[in-house]
């Protein structure tokens, strides 16, 4: 069976315009038509069968496409022994 990526559409929460380096910072978004959420939430999101997030100003333009598999990745790092 074919997967298809599955992406969340994300603004930038409380009148801010969405960004990759307040997604970085762990900063709020408004999913589209729906709660609030932050790269704190991508193993749910993963674990929700999403596959992408979508970072949109509220213009329509996309500003970044993030895959979840590489947020996680960068967000839960294993501490380094060094």
């Not at 603004?11 to 315009?17: D, L, P, S």
């Not at 762990?26 to 729906?34: A, S």
């Not at 704190?40 to 496409?65: C, H, I, P, Q």
């Amino acid at each position: 069976m074919v997967k298809f990526p599955i992406e969340m559409t994300l603004v930038g929460a409380y009148g801010r315009e969405a960004t990759v380096e307040d997604w970085k910072a762990g900063k709020d978004f408004k999913i589209y038509n729906g709660p609030y959420c932050s790269i704190r939430d991508v193993k749910r999101m993963k674990a929700d069968g999403y596959t992408d997030v979508a970072l949109v100003r509220r213009d329509g333009t996309v500003v970044a496409m993030i895959n979840i598999d590489e947020a996680i990745a960068s967000t839960y790092k294993t501490p380094s022994l060094y």
